[in-house]
């Protein structure tokens, strides 16, 4: 509980308001309490059946309310049912007993679960609420098609809205994400699935009222169901993936410890620098892995030449300058990881042709390489390694920018540039929770560094 802040608490009680306010009416409805106690066990039957970590919809504050999909209950399509069937106060109702029932992995399970179920309940009124206003419970009953499409979407819509903006309120409370980012992409990236989960919810409204009646529109979870299953196996597969790469990166800051946490912080600033150059999600979470592995190669250099405190001979040089090779050697062979194999290979090119393995030039260098090679130097020349001190970060982008066009794409530099601007420099890196103490050189040394740790040539 403690780890909550005080104002993301707050924020949970007033949600909690909201939804007993919405369900404030139900003393006074006249409905078929069968129906909605049917829809509520029947949901929470659904959220208790064991699915893989990751793809359950019970969000709540903090960072996997990031992570998962928003609303993405297991079976949201009873939810979207009840709204469809069900007076607005009503349909809230349902969602309770499933959420508070949810299994929660994180702490404080509670207050999680307090806050999925207030959520839903809120999201949940105002989708029946639009619906209801639409004419949608007519069209149901008619049912009238393709009118009834109208509500039924307007509800969906309404329902994803919502979850939105709570998901956005907590993100930016609980987890401290930056007021201007934490609603991106919240809306897009819960749309489709939810979309998708109305089709099947007004199926069952439909089915509910004609004559075959409830237990037909039962059948439609079965495909449903499926389709969790399916979803479930790619968060599973995703899980895989984040396992391997959290595995290489520790074996990188086990080998040497004076650069840990440099990876995870190079993946977020190459992830802010796709984001500004308008890359679609996908090649920013494959940008994201390119910048944490990019240093892989380190495994096959010597330990003894990651942590010699002084400068490298030519021979010693020729060496480490080798793990951009072996890196990707390493990772040649895992698939998913697509344009990354190229950011691995290349980060240490330079426009000008100075650089290495290849001594590529200009537009040769693949662009993930040009990424992650700003990304990379920004974050050593800010970090304090075992020759010098970090320097500040308008130190670091005054060197950058001096850089671009020889050394680095000044596209990539500018897209870090306003990145920084507009979200500031927050690196949260796990890796960083017991760094190690380095020595400190009190001579202050100049110029840009490899990811080796020293000064480049």
Do not use: N
């Not at 919809?57 to 993405?72: S, T």
Request: aromatic fraction near 8%; glycine fraction near 10%; charged fraction near 20%.
């Amino acid at each position: 509980m403690g780890s909550v802040p005080a104002w993301a608490r707050v924020y949970v009680a007033c949600v909690v308001l909201a939804a007993l306010a919405c369900m404030a009416p139900l003393p006074h409805l006249h409905v078929p309490w069968w129906v909605v106690a049917l829809l509520a066990v029947l949901y929470a039957g659904c959220e208790r059946i064991t699915l893989p970590r990751g793809t359950r919809g019970a969000g709540a504050p903090g960072r996997d309310a990031r992570d998962a999909p928003k609303g993405m209950g297991t079976f949201l399509p009873v939810l979207l049912a009840g709204a469809f069937l069900l007076p607005p106060p009503a349909a809230a109702l349902v969602a309770l007993p499933g959420a508070l029932l949810a299994r929660v992995e994180q702490r404080p399970r509670w207050l999680r679960r307090v806050w999925r179920a207030a959520q839903l309940a809120v999201a949940i009124w105002a989708t029946s609420r639009v619906h209801w206003a639409l004419g949608g419970r007519d069209a149901v009953v008619a049912p009238h098609f393709p009118y009834a499409l109208v509500p039924a979407g307007a509800g969906v819509l309404t329902f994803c809205l919502v979850l939105t903006v709570l998901d956005g309120g907590i993100l930016a409370l609980a987890d401290r994400v930056p007021v201007r980012g934490a609603w991106r992409g919240l809306f897009a990236r819960s749309l489709a699935p939810v979309a998708v989960h109305g089709l099947a919810g007004l199926m069952m409204a439909v089915l509910w009222r004609s004559p075959y009646g409830p237990v037909a529109a039962l059948l439609v979870l079965l495909p449903m169901y499926v389709s969790s299953w399916v979803f479930a196996q790619y968060h599973r597969e995703r899980a895989a993936h984040q396992a391997t790469i959290r595995a290489l990166v520790q074996a990188v800051d086990i080998k040497d410890g004076y650069t840990r946490g440099h990876s995870e912080r190079v993946g977020q600033a190459s992830m802010m620098i796709a984001r500004e150059l308008g890359m679609d999600d996908e090649r920013v979470e494959v940008l994201r892995f390119a910048g944490i592995l990019h240093d892989v190669g380190k495994l096959g250099v010597p330990t003894r030449l990651l942590r010699k405190d002084g400068p490298l001979t030519p021979e010693e040089r020729r060496v480490i300058e080798l793990h951009p090779e072996y890196g990707h050697e390493m990772v040649r062979g895992i698939g998913f990881l697509g344009e990354a194999r190229s950011a691995i290979l290349h980060h240490h090119e330079r426009l000008d042709g100075s650089g290495y393995p290849y001594g590529l030039v200009g537009a040769q260098i693949p662009e993930f390489a040009r990424v992650v090679a700003v990304a990379d130097a920004f974050d050593a020349m800010t970090s304090t390694r075992s020759y010098r001190r970090a320097r500040p970060v308008p130190a670091a982008l005054e060197e950058l920018e001096r850089c671009s066009g020889a050394q680095f794409d000044p596209g990539m530099v500018l897209a870090l540039v306003r990145a920084l601007d507009r979200y500031g420099w927050h690196p949260a890196v796990t890796a960083d929770v017991h760094p190690p103490t380095p020595p400190v050189s009190s001579s202050p040394q100049g110029g840009l560094q490899d990811s080796a740790g020293r000064r480049a040539p």
